[in-house]
């Protein structure tokens, strides 16, 4: 599974970085999601499936490797 975050989109909200903050961080400056990896384990795929969920803007999408 991958993980793309649409920063365009993205509100800075922190969700994501709250429900796997081993996959998603926030940049300094303004608050835009980064990822920190693209390809999360099946250990963090919970948690990013859940910030997809709840994240406000729908920046994150997860698509089949
Ligand atoms: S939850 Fe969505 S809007 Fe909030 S920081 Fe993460 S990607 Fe951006």
Redesign the pocket.
């Known amino acids: 599974m991958k993980v793309l ?3 365009d ?9 709250l ?1 796997a903050p081993e996959v ?1 961080d ?1 940049r300094d400056e303004d ?3 980064i990822l920190l990896t693209d390809s999360p384990t099946e250990d963090q795929l919970a948690g990013v499936r859940q ?1 997809a969920r ?7 999408e997860l698509v089949e490797a």
């Open positions: 975050i649409d920063q989109k993205c509100v800075g909200s922190g969700q994501c970085v429900a998603f926030q608050g835009i999601a910030a709840i994240c406000p803007a729908l920046a994150i």
